[in-house]
């Protein structure tokens, strides 16, 4: 078993960033992929982005490329992600989810872990 906690989120104006992190415990996640997804009130769940087990590979949604990046530190059980040219269209709940396997997915279903979000408001 994983527990997964986000942290980080925040009030932030457009334009202004912010950095997520999600530490977990329990099973080790080392050897997992790990995403974000966000979901706005009255929106289905979406993903944002995902890293491979090592680091190596990391996929983004296109609405985030270029403004977002997720990072690991297996050492640290924790991943992170870097937003930076935030818009008021990022607001919503992150959470952060974990797989079983190591390889990337990005439907909701295919994690197997889940934490409890963390709130993103970007004003305009």
């Known amino acids: 078993q994983v527990q997964l906690v986000e942290s980080g989120g925040g009030l932030v104006q457009a334009g202004g960033s912010l950095r997520l992190s999600c530490a977990a415990s329990?099973?080790?996640?080392?050897?997992?992929?790990v995403a974000w997804f966000r979901q706005a009130p009255g929106k289905e769940r979406e993903f944002v982005t995902a890293i491979s087990w090592t680091g190596g590979n990391t996929y983004y949604t296109n609405s985030v490329k270029g403004r977002f990046t997720m990072s690991r530190d297996n050492a640290k059980n924790t991943v992170y992600l870097q937003m930076n040219s935030l818009k008021p269209e990022d607001t919503a709940v992150y959470y952060c989810a974990a797989r079983r396997t190591a390889t990337i997915r990005t439907m909701p279903g295919d994690y197997d872990y889940w934490g409890q979000g963390t709130q993103v408001t970007v004003s305009s």
């Open positions: 329990g099973r080790t996640f080392s050897t997992s992929a």
